[in-house]
């Protein structure tokens, strides 16, 4: 089984394999790290000069650019993965040809990609949310095994961000506060910490970034629906419409009324 789809998070492909049969593999420069996690059986890696036996528990990431040949003469049970260079990987360079060592996030990454695989096969409407859910945790758990000093933390902070702000944008009607925010954070953090977090990772406070997904809410209702601005001012928490335009006007460059003669154009 292979998946693909996940390239925007660093992640061409990957895949699930049971192999009982020789099974051999040539790649002369692949543009890509290829990685493995050995979930049973044994595998086999050589280039260079050099061979490894791959072995349950234990996990592997090729360098690019550099000519490896990989394989089983007995059965083989992996998990694999295409990562995209130049990302946050602590990745083998060619010279060293790869990595192979005992895994760290083995059963947090054949979890994920059980759940990946049955949403990509059984996932209702919901899917592509699911989907993208259990592809971001993947990363993180990528980023824990090969990930440069830090880099798992920071995206679990990225994570964390993205469940507290997806909270917001189910209530866009609420008058939300910094106190209302700090309890919803996935782990203890104090106001000010939640402000300098918001800045470093989306550029701009909370409430400004709240702001901005109520704008984007709104420019849908306009786009989408005949409602009236007064009404769509009160979907997004404002007073009266006029605080509301000014603020959609702020963020947007135009008012709601021209947005949406815009929107009618374009269709």
Known sequence: MALLGLADLGIFALGHAVLRKRFEIYRERASYH???????????????????????????????????????SRTWEKIWFHL????????P???????HR??????????LVEGLFWEENFGLESR????????????????REWGRQGEGRRHETQLALSELFGRVEREPGRRWTMNDLVPLFPRP??????????VKHHGMPP??????????????????????????????????????????KRETGSSPSLARERAERRA
Request: glycine share 12%; charged share 25%; with cysteine.
């Open 128 to 143: 592509p949310a699911a989907l993208r859910a259990y592809g971001e945790l993947l990363r993180l758990y990528l980023l």
């Open 84 to 91: 995209r260079p130049g990302e946050r990987w602590q990745a």
């Open 207 to 248: 409430l400004r970034r709240i702001t901005q997904l109520k704008m984007r809410r709104a420019e849908e209702l306009l786009r989408q629906t005949r409602y009236p601005i007064d009404r769509i001012a009160a979907l997004m928490g404002y007073a009266s419409p006029f605080a509301f335009s000014a603020a959609f």
């Open 189 to 198: 953090v104090s106001a000010n910490h939640l402000y300098k977090l918001c």
């Open 93 to 99: 360079v060619a010279g060293e040809g790869w990595i």
């Open 34 to 72: 290829v990685g493995f996690y050995t979930l049973a059986g044994e595998g086999w890696i050589e280039g260079g000069g050099k061979r490894e036996r791959l072995l349950p528990g234990n996990v592997t990431l090729t360098a690019t650019g550099a000519g490896h040949r990989y394989g089983s």
């Open 102 to 111: 005992k895994a760290h996030a083995l059963e947090g990454v054949r979890r």
